[in-house]
């Protein structure tokens, strides 16, 4: 029995626009309902350098230049886009059922990528995902409150302070009015 019910995914790409940019890194965990990881992978695809160089730019590039830097650096050891996603459907396929649910941090922007350039990716995706940037919204605006989440900037970290937020936002609800309503 395959017991994973959530792919968390966190993509960095050469910018935000699916049309122009190319992904770059991936990370994938495979967790329960309950956030408790089941599997993790990670993997670098290869991007021209000239496309990093051209659509790196600006100030968020500027603020992250560690990252940058990274990336760039691992782009070297980076495989073809096609062979990263035959490598993320191999991990779906090993702890997934048929129903796989995307879930991250504003994952409708990684799902645009993924629709751009890895449609056999895209085809095993539940059209429903799990989106924790949807619970920030709510806790930042109607309950005031506010989660520090890292600022790496890498998918892995990045997937990783997702759980961590959306584990902090059922903390607060636990033992609430949405609580006692359940029972």
């Not at 309950?143 to 936002?169: C, N, P, Q, V, W």
């Amino acid at each position: 029995m395959k017991k994973a019910k959530l792919l968390w995914v966190d993509l960095e790409m050469t910018g935000l626009d699916p049309k122009k940019d190319k992904i770059l890194e991936v990370a994938c965990i495979a967790t329960d309902w309950d956030f408790n990881e089941v599997a993790r992978m990670t993997a670098v695809c290869k991007v021209p350098k000239s496309l990093m160089k051209k659509r790196m730019v600006g100030e968020f590039w500027e603020k992250n230049q560690e990252s940058f830097e990274q990336l760039m650096t691992q782009n070297e050891t980076g495989k073809k886009s096609a062979e990263v996603e035959r490598e993320v459907l191999e991990f779906v396929d090993k702890y997934f059922g048929d129903e796989v649910i995307l879930a991250g941090n504003s994952i409708h922007q990684d799902r645009r990528f993924i629709r751009n350039e890895w449609k056999n990716l895209d085809k095993r995706l539940h059209y429903r995902m799990f989106d924790v940037s949807a619970w920030k919204v709510y806790f930042e605006n109607a309950m005031k409150i506010k989660f520090t989440k890292r600022d790496a900037h890498r998918a892995l970290d990045d997937i990783e302070g997702s759980i961590e937020e959306i584990s902090y936002y059922l903390e607060k609800v636990k033992g609430s009015k949405f609580e006692k309503k359940k029972r």
